[in-house]
């Protein structure tokens, strides 16, 4: 079957970010395409066993790519091979809303990138990120996998601004207590050193400056989150391996909504250290 440009680039998309929605489709990669044009585009992916649908009652329709859709985009070299398939459709359920939401949170910043003129497409934010790291003292081991790490070029008065994010999202489906410990992990990777490498931070050989931490708080309705956010803030404070981090690693907290309604570049995120004020998702941008 010979695609179109849209096809190809939708089977990218789903191939990268494993689980995306009709709509997000659309709006990632044909955002001047009617809904009904973009279904069948993929319908056309579908038969021709590139692509397939994963169909639940009260849920978007959610598309991924088959072994053959998967061989084809690695085949055509446009993006890094992925080191994983998609599990069984069973499991593929269970990951369908926490992958629609990052790919939703990434939404935000493409089309907050079209409206400005900066840099931000499809294929910036890479997800499930592994970085591994060895405790300062004792030789315990860990990693953190951040849920995507999100690339952004910002353009103010001709300079050009490159950001790193990296994004955690929790769909509120832990108690905030447990939420907490999951930015430890993130200090623990900034503050390895690798023993007899004459290396700073190991972080450097990836980064050029520490990514900021962004946690991205969804799955239940905006005054749920506000009050989750605020918790958040509460006990990361009163951990002292975290309250510490201030001038080191850069965390802040925002919800899905506000994300998606104001965009990363109004003030829709709180630090979860020091002044309690909603910044942009990058900080102040001068």
Known sequence: MDLDV???????VLYWHRLVSTEQVRRLV???LSAVSVRA??????????????TREHRPRTWHVTPAGAEAVEAAGTVDARAYRLPGTAVAHL???HTLDVVETGLAFVETAREHGHECGPLSWTPEVAHRFRDRIGDRRGVVIADA??????????????????VELDRATMPVARLAPKVVGYIRYHDHAPAGTGQRWAWRERYPRFPRVVIVLSGAEPPVLERRLADLRAHAQAMPLVSTAAGRVDMVATTLPR?????????????????PRWVGVFGRLS
Do not use: N
């Open 6 to 12: 849209v096809q190809r680039d939708a089977l990218t």
């Open 30 to 32: 044909a955002p001047m």
């Open 41 to 54: 585009k993929l319908a056309g992916l579908r038969r021709a066993g590139l692509a397939d649908r994963i």
């Open 95 to 97: 990951l369908q809303e």
């Open 149 to 166: 790490v999100l690339h952004y070029v910002l353009e103010e008065d001709g300079r050009r601004t490159q950001r790193t994010l990296f």
């Open 259 to 275: 994300l998606v309604d104001d965009g990363p570049l109004k003030p829709v995120a709180m630090p979860l250290l020091g002044d």
